[in-house]
């Protein structure tokens, strides 16, 4: 299965979950913010992974680490979407945009803040990174 597809699902997955949706209603997207994007927003990056293997061949799993980042102007709303990202990933499993999520799991979390220009362009955001156990 292709890390597009699995990221793909996880956008989805999150669009589709309300705690979430209500924060940034569509703003969840691959890879990084446009500059000048709205806030709040969430963004979804493969960081490594590749398949499995045993002594025949790939195994069908895979457990690729996904960072996944709640951005906003406040910390306080930083902190409010990434927990309602860890509420909608954390120990989830099932099926989701045709990709069976064998599990999910939150392996660290890290709060940072990215400067601009002028304190207007300054946001926050809690830097989330999931393992995710899925199969093809």
Do not use: C, H
Request: aromatic share 10%; hydrophobic share 45%; net charge negative.
């Amino acid at each position: 299965m292709s890390s597009a597809a699995v990221e793909e699902a996880l956008i989805a997955y999150l669009l589709a979950a309300t705690a979430v949706s209500t924060l940034v209603g569509t703003r969840v997207v691959p890879y990084s913010l446009l500059q000048g994007s709205s806030l709040p927003a969430v963004t979804v990056q493969r960081i490594s992974g590749a398949p499995l293997y045993a002594d025949d061949g790939e195994t069908g799993l895979e457990n690729p680490r996904f960072q996944i980042d709640a951005w906003a102007l406040t910390y306080s709303q930083a902190k409010t979407l990434a927990r309602a990202v860890k509420d909608t990933l954390s120990a989830f499993a099932g099926t989701t945009g045709g990709v069976l999520f064998q599990y999910i799991m939150l392996e660290n979390e890290q709060d940072l803040r990215e400067g601009g220009a002028n304190a207007a362009e300054y946001r926050y955001r809690t830097s989330l990174d999931f393992i995710v156990w899925n199969s093809n």
